[in-house]
């Protein structure tokens, strides 16, 4: 069975400070990736997505840059964090395109940003 | 772009009632795939139902919804609400089976009441 992991759980950040999110996806091979943002009473914001390592496609642009480095990792960051970039994130992988829609999402990880 | 519209932030209801949860969309694809997601208190968003066909009803766990593409909607729906149906509910679009791009709406909370 498939598994995905988040990291870390919940971080607490100092505007101006880097971030470093991950995502491990386990028991699938070659997933599709993605990474969705959720402000406080929000909906869900898609933020990138990525179809193969080394591949990252950017859906909007909020000062925030992303990486798969491996097949089954999926790192979100920036060097400089904003107030702005408080809330939930979280990653979810799906089989491949032809079942596009069908996320199947993490624990998430809760930022705040002071 | 493509959009997800659900008007209701918070449904209120009495344990026992019919639910009816609405989303309407836009999308210039005509082989959009919606999806209901629900996420519950300290759980990750998971996939409740889906539907590409028009004017076919889908079912899953009790919940049911049909999607209508003359009128661009696929309201969500529950013959009897139960206490534990309380939760988050996203409607979400992806506009062609060949895009990495989900669009959320901005969730329906759902509140049942014994």
């Known amino acids: 069975a498939q598994t995905i992991h988040q990291w870390p759980v919940a971080e607490i950040k100092a505007v101006g400070s880097p971030l470093s999110l991950g995502c491990t996806i386990k028991?699938?091979?070659?997933?599709?990736l993605y990474w969705y943002w959720q402000a406080t009473g929000g909906t869900l914001q898609q933020l990138f997505y990525?179809?193969?390592?080394?591949?990252v496609e950017s859906v909007v642009q909020l000062n925030l840059s992303a990486s798969r480095p491996k097949d089954d990792q999926f790192i979100l960051s920036t060097e400089k964090l904003l107030l702005s970039h408080s809330g939930f994130y979280l990653c979810?992988?799906?089989?491949?395109?032809?079942?596009?829609?069908?996320?199947?999402f993490g624990e998430g990880s809760k930022l705040t940003v002071l | 772009g493509d959009s997800v519209t659900q008007k209701e932030g918070l449904v209120t209801l009495t344990e026992g009632l019919p639910v009816m949860l609405n989303c309407t969309y836009q999308?210039?694809?005509?082989?959009?795939?919606l999806f209901w997601y629900v996420h519950y208190l300290n759980e990750s968003p998971r996939l409740l139902l889906k539907?590409?066909?028009?004017?076919k009803r889908t079912e899953h766990q009790g919940f049911h919804a049909t999607l209508h593409k003359s009128s661009s909607s696929f309201h969500l729906q529950k013959s009897s609400a139960q206490l534990s149906d309380s939760a988050l509910y996203y409607c979400?679009?992806?506009?062609?089976?060949?895009?990495?791009?989900?669009?959320f709406g901005t969730g329906t909370r759902l509140q049942v009441l014994p």
């Open positions: 979810a992988w799906s089989l491949d395109w032809t079942n596009t829609g069908q996320l199947y």
């Open positions: 028991g699938k091979s070659s997933p599709n």
């Open positions: 990525s179809i193969t390592v080394g591949q």
């Open positions: 999308t210039i694809y005509s082989n959009a795939f």
């Open positions: 539907s590409s066909t028009d004017n």
């Open positions: 979400a679009l992806s506009g062609s089976s060949n895009t990495n791009k989900v669009v």
